[in-house]
């Protein structure tokens, strides 16, 4: 299994962090990673995703792939997995927790199956990680333009 593992400062309160990130529409304008999802954030949701695949050495690659809300706790966590059986678990997740000057957001996803064990350590830094931190940027650039 593999770990990837951010985090951000927001200035900005959970609740302000959360909308953003649980307006899943919204995302094709400023999210760099899941650039597109359709649904509501609720427990349980399955929502519709096409996402950067930053395993592809081809640009502009992408995958698209129904998740399941795993975790939807608005201004705590928001996380999502999707499989596909043997091949491929990923659970993206999203943690938020309120810290002097606004939210500190952990950031990360966690990795399995026969697909993931062909990524070495080098390859999620080198391309997982930077993508999963841009993401924080984006995020932060959001909340900030809607403050």
């Not at 395993?55 to 608005?74: D, F, H, M, R, Y």
Request: proline share 5%; with cysteine; net charge positive.
């Amino acid at each position: 299994m593999h770990l990837i593992r951010t985090q951000a400062m927001i200035a900005a309160s959970p609740e302000a962090v959360w909308a953003v990130l649980a307006d899943f529409a919204r995302y094709p304008e400023w999210n760099p990673l899941n650039l597109e999802a359709r649904g509501a954030a609720v427990l349980g949701a399955k929502i519709p995703m096409v996402f950067r695949n930053l395993a592809s050495a081809k640009p502009g690659a992408t995958i698209s792939q129904t998740v399941t809300l795993v975790a939807c706790e608005p201004g705590k966590s928001l996380a999502w997995a999707g499989h596909v059986p043997l091949l491929f678990r990923g659970r993206h997740h999203f943690t938020l927790e309120a810290a002097a000057g606004g939210t500190r957001v952990l950031h990360g996803e966690d990795l399995a199956g026969l697909i993931a064990l062909t990524f070495s350590k080098a390859q999620i830094a080198r391309d997982f990680t930077p993508a999963y931190e841009a993401v924080n940027v984006a995020l932060a650039a959001r909340v900030a333009a809607l403050g």
